[in-house]
């Protein structure tokens, strides 16, 4: 039996929960969010590319094509 997942929503389920620890530590005074926010958007990009791929090369899987 194969289990199905989607993995765009495991991924933004992670990041909901990423987003709700760091603003959390930024309401505790642990951190400084604009400065955080600032500094790894970058990483936001770089995930969105990353998921793109991941489909792309999951439907190449599933239509069995090489391209």
Do not use: Y
């Amino acid at each position: 039996m194969s289990v199905l997942f989607n993995l765009e929503a495991l991924v933004l389920g992670i990041a909901l929960i990423a987003l709700g620890v760091v603003w959390m530590l930024a309401n505790l005074g642990h951190l400084d969010l604009l400065n955080t926010v600032h500094r790894w958007w970058p990483s936001v990009l770089v995930l969105w590319g990353a998921l793109a791929l991941a489909r792309s090369l999951a439907r190449r899987k599933l239509a069995g094509g090489s391209r």
